[in-house]
């Protein structure tokens, strides 16, 4: 039998019934709610912060002008487990009540990948200039949950040719191909598509490269370190 805090597959969390307004994303369900103006998304985040204490699980909330953006994880565990997918069932309710659509399509997740020789030679560098915390798995994660993880690539032999430093976009699963389509007619080139649709890699006229990426064949516990690897 099932617990609370037993992990649930990306697959399982993307299918999971009454999740139509999240998508996951690097160990997360994710949600945006269109409350359209300032007052509905602070009763919305008014409502969310009693059922998280009522569920004792609380998520990362982001309250703008015109939408509220939710994350949630069980950080205990490092993924999602079946207490995201009640809570998020329990906030989508919340949402519907107030009048905030969902828009599933607008939720992504940024990481920043640096291709090295000697990792350990850069990352205290890194993780000093920007005030980073070092994961037991050497990626570096911003204390106050804002902005990108960084993750680290070896390389073998130096490739002096390119650049050293590219991004890991996660998107739904559902909008990767659109914005691969949209990135290859603004000028970009498909530099690689033997992952996807773990991910595909793409590069700018001048070579610096991005990478898009989805939950779909990509190791569940999500992450930085479950980055593209590529680089």
Same mark, same amino acid.
């Given at each position: 039998?099932?617990?609370?805090? $037993?992990?649930?597959?990306?697959?399982?969390?993307?299918?999971?019934?009454?999740?139509q307004?999240?998508?996951?994303?690097?160990?997360?369900?994710?949600?945006?709610?269109?409350?359209?103006?300032?007052?509905?998304?602070?009763?919305?985040?008014q409502?969310i912060?009693?059922?998280?204490? %009522?569920?004792?699980?609380?998520p990362?909330?982001? !309250?703008?002008?015109?939408?509220?953006?939710?994350?949630?994880?069980?950080?205990?565990? *490092?993924?999602?487990?079946?207490?995201?997918?009640?809570?998020?069932r329990? @906030?989508?309710? !919340?949402?519907? %009540?107030?009048?905030?659509?969902?828009?599933?399509?607008?939720?992504?997740? !940024?990481?920043?990948? @640096?291709?090295?020789v000697? %990792?350990?030679?850069?990352?205290?560098?890194?993780?000093?200039?920007? *005030?980073?915390?070092?994961?037991?798995? #050497?990626?570096?994660? =911003?204390?106050?949950?804002?902005?990108?993880?960084?993750?680290?690539?070896?390389?073998?032999?130096?490739r002096? $040719?390119?650049?050293? @430093?590219?991004?890991?976009?996660?998107?739904?699963? =559902?909008?990767?191909?659109?914005? !691969?389509?949209?990135?290859?007619?603004?000028?970009?080139?498909?530099? /690689?598509? $033997?992952?996807?649709?773990?991910?595909?890699?793409?590069? =700018?006229?001048? #070579?610096?490269?991005?990478?898009i990426?989805?939950?779909?064949?990509?190791? /569940?516990?999500? #992450?930085?370190?479950?980055?593209?690897?590529?680089g």
């Amino acid at each position: 039998m099932s617990t609370p805090t $037993d992990p649930v597959t990306p697959y399982d969390a993307t299918h999971a019934e009454g999740l139509q307004d999240w998508r996951y994303g690097l160990g997360a369900l994710l949600a945006r709610f269109e409350t359209g103006d300032f007052a509905t998304g602070a009763a919305l985040v008014q409502s969310i912060a009693e059922v998280a204490d %009522e569920l004792n699980h609380h998520p990362d909330v982001d !309250l703008r002008y015109p939408y509220v953006l939710v994350r949630t994880t069980s950080h205990d565990v *490092g993924t999602v487990t079946s207490r995201d997918l009640e809570l998020a069932r329990r @906030i989508s309710a !919340l949402a519907a %009540e107030v009048g905030a659509p969902p828009s599933p399509h607008e939720v992504s997740s !940024l990481e920043v990948g @640096i291709d090295t020789v000697d %990792e350990d030679a850069i990352r205290p560098f890194w993780a000093a200039v920007l *005030g980073y915390e070092t994961t037991d798995d #050497g990626d570096l994660v =911003d204390p106050t949950g804002q902005r990108p993880a960084i993750w680290f690539q070896e390389m073998d032999p130096p490739r002096t $040719d390119r650049n050293r @430093i590219h991004f890991d976009l996660t998107v739904p699963h =559902d909008v990767a191909e659109e914005r !691969l389509a949209a990135a290859l007619a603004a000028g970009g080139r498909l530099v /690689s598509d $033997d992952r996807a649709p773990a991910f595909w890699v793409l590069a =700018d006229a001048e #070579g610096n490269e991005v990478c898009i990426c989805t939950w779909q064949n990509r190791p /569940s516990s999500g #992450g930085p370190s479950a980055g593209s690897g590529q680089g």
